[in-house]
């Protein structure tokens, strides 16, 4: 921190709702704040909006918002228990996940990789490290991304490019959550959850997760807890897996998000087609249901036959050919039919199977991960469940496959008996009969009874005899149902060989063709052991996190936690500790494999202008950087005017004392010194009463919020002094400039 700068004042605004989050972005001038109503903002630092999001749902809350360390993704989770992963540049909401508890602590972390660059001066690329080797993925050289779900009927083809969640992520990093039921969770690239962390259990007792922290090489966790009697202890906990298995993770994290979105893509684009279908064909399905109620079993099919064989219409028929299903009703849906199958097959044909086997590509790609058992086998990947997963993979494709010849064969059954049909009922309203619908040639006739046979199924499965009718063979496919109309493969020389060739029709390799299953009941099966294949990890790792050393520190009674922490190298970590109000705790914590020191103090600040004893109340603390610690100082008297301080480490570090690393710190016998009293001194006179304020060491700048949190001031916390002068400067004219208009106007 340089003597010559200054913290310089650059905004002073007014808001309409209460503020009680502010979390700064490390990679841009944004700050995304949220207020009592669970909304949150995006603000840029000359307080313009980026945009506005409403909570989920109503009376939720926001408890802790994160960015990811690229600045590219923002973090927010919710009373009630959910976690929303939102796109800064749009705010499409990327990810949404439920823990099931209140979160109390988001914090998003990357490893930490030296910069490996070509030389300045001898543009020489330097060699990058031995360990450091990271998954490259190929499949998008050969495999399109899918487009967006709103481009899935044709419209809007322009704007085709889906936000890609990772954007070309290049390091692991972590997302973890700490919850008020004393767990955390870690998340692979915000979303893939490969562990969690009981700490009620390494600690014997019910606690409430207050912060996260994770050293720069990712192979320690320090978790900030509070127990039902408002002890504060922090855990230490072993995380080596992350350091040693770096690259695993990072390959299981990426082939985890191309899974879940395919997945999720699919389900988008099923329920399209099912849509499609339900809009164009269950009007007139309900139509002959309905029909098929007031005749008796098997009297609907023999209703038609008669018809098309000997033209006797029984008054059953012809009431719902003339007053339900009516002419122009009949002319509407034939306009229609082709139009909504040419839809369906193309949704089959282009997304469905397209990306369908690009789900299959890269299940077969995490095989091949599975199969390297030194590496993957010990964060839980198993190749039998893969082998599931592609078995499920490949039924689906066949049922689609299925649902396109289904279609094919249909539209000619469709074709024909609507020609018929239209022609009955002109028949049967004493009209003329077109030449060309009058004629029904032999093949017609095969068509026409193909289609009839169909119409009286009636649903007799396990023992219930429940009346149905199914005149659509395509829509039994869309509902999660066995199939009760089952395709005839007779003739088909795939399955004629492996039905002679039982040990090849058994063998894995060979993808089953389910014959009742449909494909919406399929599709979930696939989903389901996508699932299951990355739900294993969570038991698998767990013995790989062991507690490795627990803090206990102080008991500040029931008010909430205000704490900071930060890494100073892989061995050292810092966190400060606020005891309501007057003082602040400075705790250093050295570890390495060998080794736990630590050492603490404890620290007050009295008025920074003026020679008096006076100490201050100290509202919120947070580190600046690894040698500043940033506090919010506010006098205990007359008008409460808050103040910034900028607090050297390097003359705290001096008055730590070395601790019993066993002992309870707060029974410790710790030095109180005054923090006024260390140089350099860089204060601010915040000019109003305060509650809280956020810092930003990256950004150099710094928001206060005042205590009715309606109000903000934004600050620089590195301003030249000279630019402050000239302000100060620029102010002063100004008002002396008024001045002198008033007195002439006088």
């Given amino acids: 921190m340089s003597v010559f700068h200054t913290i310089k004042q650059l905004e002073d605004k007014n808001v309409p709702v209460e503020i009680n989050l502010m979390t700064w972005s490390d990679r841009m001038d944004l700050v995304a704040l949220s207020n009592i109503k669970g909304e949150v903002s995006l603000n840029r630092l000359s307080w313009t909006k980026a945009w506005s999001l409403s909570p989920p749902k109503e009376n939720l809350q926001v408890k802790a918002i994160a960015w990811r360390p690229d600045g590219k993704v923002l973090a927010i989770g919710y009373n009630s228990g959910e976690v929303f992963l939102i796109g800064v540049e749009n705010k499409k909401t990327l990810v949404d996940k439920d823990v099931g508890a209140e979160i109390t602590t988001l914090s998003w972390v990357q490893e930490k990789i030296e910069n490996k660059v070509q030389n300045t001066f001898t543009l020489i690329k330097e060699e990058p490290p031995k360990n450091y080797m990271k998954y490259i993925d190929l499949s998008k050289l050969y495999l399109k991304d899918p487009v967006p779900n709103a481009t899935l009927d044709g419209s809007n083809v322009e704007d085709t490019k889906e936000t890609n969640f990772l954007q070309d992520q290049s390091e692991l990093n972590l997302l973890l959550v700490g919850t008020k039921d004393g767990y955390v969770h870690i998340r692979v690239f915000g979303c893939f959850t490969c562990a969690v962390l009981n700490i009620n259990e390494y600690l014997g007792t019910s606690c409430c997760v207050e912060n996260v922290q994770i050293n720069e090489d990712l192979s320690k966790i320090f978790v900030t807890v509070k127990d039902t009697d408002f002890n504060i202890r922090v855990v230490v906990i072993n995380a080596q897996i992350f350091k040693t298995h770096t690259e695993e993770f990072f390959c299981a994290g990426i082939k985890y998000v191309k899974l879940v979105d395919l997945v999720k893509y699919l389900t988008n684009t099923i329920t399209n087609i099912t849509e499609t279908w339900e809009s164009f064909l269950l009007e007139i399905d309900h139509k002959l249901s309905k029909y098929a109620k007031k005749v008796p079993e098997g009297g609907v099919t023999a209703d038609f036959l008669d018809l098309l064989m000997f033209g006797i219409c029984s008054p059953e028929l012809e009431e719902f050919l003339i007053t339900d299903l009516t002419k122009k009703g009949l002319e509407k849906f034939g306009q229609t039919i082709e139009m909504s199958y040419a839809n369906i097959q193309k949704l089959l044909l282009k997304n469905v199977t397209k990306f369908g086997q690009n789900l299959t590509y890269h299940l077969a790609e995490l095989r091949g991960m599975a199969r390297l058992e030194h590496k993957y086998q010990i964060i839980g990947l198993k190749e039998e469940q893969i082998t599931a997963a592609i078995q499920s993979s490949g039924a689906f494709l066949i049922k689609a496959g299925e649902m396109q010849q289904i279609i094919n064969h249909s539209v000619i059954n469709y074709k024909a008996f609507f020609r018929w049909l239209y ?31 169909n119409f009286d199924h009636i649903g007799n499965k396990d023992g219930q005899n429940t009346k149905g009718f199914i005149m659509e063979r395509l829509g039994q496919y869309l509902t999660d149902a066995p199939l009760v109309i089952i395709p005839n493969m007779d003739g088909n020389d795939w399955t004629t060989f492996l039905s002679e060739n039982e040990c090849i029709q058994n063998h894995p390799s060979i993808l089953q063709h389910y014959k009742t299953t449909s494909l919406i009941h399929q599709f979930k099966d696939l989903a389901v052991r996508i699932c299951e294949i990355f739900d294993a990890p969570k038991v698998t790792l767990k013995k790989h996190f062991t507690p490795i050393h627990t803090f206990d520190c102080f008991n500040f009674g029931e008010g909430p936690l205000r704490m900071s922490a930060i890494n100073v190298s892989n061995e050292m970590i810092l966190f400060t500790f606020l005891q309501p109000s007057s003082n602040i705790y400075v705790l250093q914590v050295h570890l390495t494999d060998s080794m736990c020191q630590a050492r603490c103090g404890k620290f007050y600040f009295t008025q920074l202008s003026e020679d008096t004893a006076e100490i201050y109340q100290i509202l919120d603390v947070s580190f600046y950087s690894g040698s500043i610690l940033s506090l ?67 950004r150099r700048v710094c928001i206060v919020l005042s205590e009715n949190k309606k109000k903000i001031k934004l600050f620089e916390m590195e301003a030249d002094e000279e630019d402050d002068e000239d302000a100060d400067m620029t102010s002063s004219l100004l008002k002396d400039d008024i001045s002198m208009q008033e007195n002439t106007v006088e």
């Fill in 632 to 698: 919010l100082l506010q006098e205990n008297s007359g008008y409460k005017s808050a103040t910034l301080l900028q607090f050297p480490l390097s003359s705290a570090m001096e008055k730590l004392v070395e601790i019993d690393i066993k002992a309870d710190i707060s029974k410790t016998i710790l030095p109180n010194s005054n923090g006024s009293h260390f140089n350099p001194k860089l204060f601010r006179n915040i000019e109003m009463a305060a509650s809280t304020f956020a810092v930003s060491g990256s």
């Fill in 423 to 453: 022609g009955a009922i002109l028949f049967l309203m004493d009209e003329a009969i077109p030449s060309e619908i009058h004629k029904i040639a032999q093949q017609d006739l095969a068509y026409i009874t193909e289609f009839l046979q």
